[in-house]
T-cell receptor
Framework: EAQVTQNPRYLITVTGKKLTVTCSQN?????MSWYRQDPGLGLRQIYY???????DKGDVPEGYKVSRKEKRNFPLILESPSPNQTSLYFC?????????????FGPGTRLTVL | QKEVEQNSGPLSVPEGAIASLNCTYSDRGSQSFFWYRQYSGKSPELIMS????GDKEDGRFTAQLNKASQYVSLLIRDSQPSDSATYLC??????????FGAGTRLFVKA
């Protein structure tokens, strides 16, 4: 089944404890992206990747890191999480970057930072 | 800051009625637009995409785009309770980014 998977689905952690949220897609997609969703603010793009080893900042990159060493994986790293990073996170992918390409979303990761 | 604006709602319509969802955008370079539906606690899923001025129909859904007015809309005919969800409008243009609106909550009353 074609899909985007994320792990963990739920995470409660404490301020300053490094964490990684994994994202994997099995559709051979070139473009991958991370979003956070907060009430009233919609989806905001954190980072995106055009292909392996090519990443760039979205609109809200502060406090996050990403890497794209393999085409299928695009982990999101929070080196020192803070309470303002409590949010619902979505990974998404599309075949390639282009104005005609829809994005497919993972199931989401609900993160709480205490 | 490039923006996509939506009325947060909630928009409440009776079953069988037409639901009209609207979206405006600030970036004149936006070339295509997508409507995603998101049920509570779930991930967004694509409903419609539109790239050219005019209307695009797919079943009960019609997307409308007016680039001169920087306006996008989604019409849902014969609304069903299962259509109750948040609808996200997204614009795609230059810069390799997708800009999402905050979403409109739709309630369809049985």
């Amino acid at each position: 089944e074609a899909q985007v998977t994320q792990n963990p689905r739920y995470l409660i952690t404490v301020t300053g404890k490094k964490l990684t949220v994994t994202c994997s897609q099995n559709m051979n997609h070139e473009y991958m992206s991370w979003y956070r969703q907060d009430p009233g603010l919609g989806l905001r793009q954190i980072y995106y990747s055009m292909n392996v080893e090519v990443t760039d900042k979205g609109d809200v990159p502060e406090g996050y890191k990403v890497s794209r060493k393999e085409k299928r994986n695009f982990p999101l790293i929070l080196e020192s999480p803070s309470p303002n990073q409590t949010s619902l996170y979505f990974c998404a992918s599309s075949l390639r970057w282009g104005v005609y390409n829809e994005q497919f979303f993972g199931p989401g990761t609900r993160l709480t930072v205490l | 800051q490039k923006e996509v604006e939506q009325n947060s709602g909630p928009l409440s319509v009776p079953e069988g009625a037409i639901a009209s969802l609207n979206c405006t955008y600030s970036d004149r370079g936006s070339q295509s637009f997508f409507w995603y539906r998101q049920y509570s606690g779930k991930s967004p899923e694509l409903i419609m995409s539109i790239y050219s001025n005019g209307d695009k129909e797919d079943g009960r859904f019609t997307a409308q785009l007016n680039k001169a007015s920087q306006y996008v809309s989604l019409l849902i005919r014969d609304s069903q309770p299962s259509d109750s969800a948040t609808y996200l409008c997204a614009g795609v243009g230059g810069g390799f980014k997708t800009i999402f609106g905050a979403g409109t909550r739709l309630f369809v009353k049985a």
